[in-house]
């Protein structure tokens, strides 16, 4: 359920904000996120997992939810990416990252499907954001984006394939493991 108001914010305002749950900020608008659902967190929490145990004593680290993004000082903007990697400790700050991190991974849901795809892939590749991949658990499917000369490079993985992240070389995601069925251990 994203709503939008009609007030312009600015991103100070947006950091001192007292709500319950996530809150985006996109050009001086304050977007308020759904809650996301068991699946999508299932989903999260294996993809931050098999991240974040590839980063161990490596110089990149992992950053999930909430941890806002601002691609640009100059613009009232400011993203809570599902899963963060940022390999250049002088953009991370007290409540997030000040410029492109180097890759970001959105996991669609209904409410955000549409930002997801269109309005955050162009904000990412035009802010120079080296990976960006959009994860479809519905279709169990990972639209990896990566950037070159300018553009990002598609590519499309599926549950069954193992996933390359190309910023991180050797890191390979088992995605029959990202997608496999929620109620597994329960």
């Known amino acids: 359920m994203e709503q939008k108001q009609e007030q ?14 996530y809150t985006e900020l996109i050009d001086g608008q304050i977007h308020l996120m759904a809650d996301p659902t068991s699946r999508h967190q299932m989903v999260q929490m294996e993809l ?14 992992i950053f999930t939810a909430p941890f806002g993004v601002r691609l640009h000082e100059d613009k009232d903007t400011a993203f809570e990416p599902d899963i963060v990697v940022l390999c250049d400790p002088s953009k991370l700050q007290d409540r997030g990252c000040a410029g492109p991190p ?22 990412y590749m035009q802010a120079g954001v080296k990976e960006y991949w959009i994860v479809d658990p519905i279709n169990n499917q990972v639209i990896a984006n990566r950037l070159m000369d300018y553009n990002y490079n598609t590519t499309i993985y ?29």
Not at 103 to 119: F, G, W, Y
């Open 8 to 21: 312009y914010y600015t991103y100070e305002q947006w950091l001192n904000l007292d709500t319950d749950g």
């Open 158 to 186: 599926f549950e069954t394939n193992t996933a390359p992240i190309q910023i991180l070389p050797g890191c390979e995601i088992d995605l029959s493991l990202v997608f496999r069925d929620i109620s597994h251990g329960f």
């Open 48 to 61: 931050s997992g098999q991240i974040w145990t590839y980063l161990k004593d490596k110089p990149c680290q």
């Open 102 to 123: 180097d890759m970001i991974i959105e996991i669609l849901s209904p409410s955000t499907e549409k930002n997801d795809r269109i309005l955050k892939y162009n904000e």
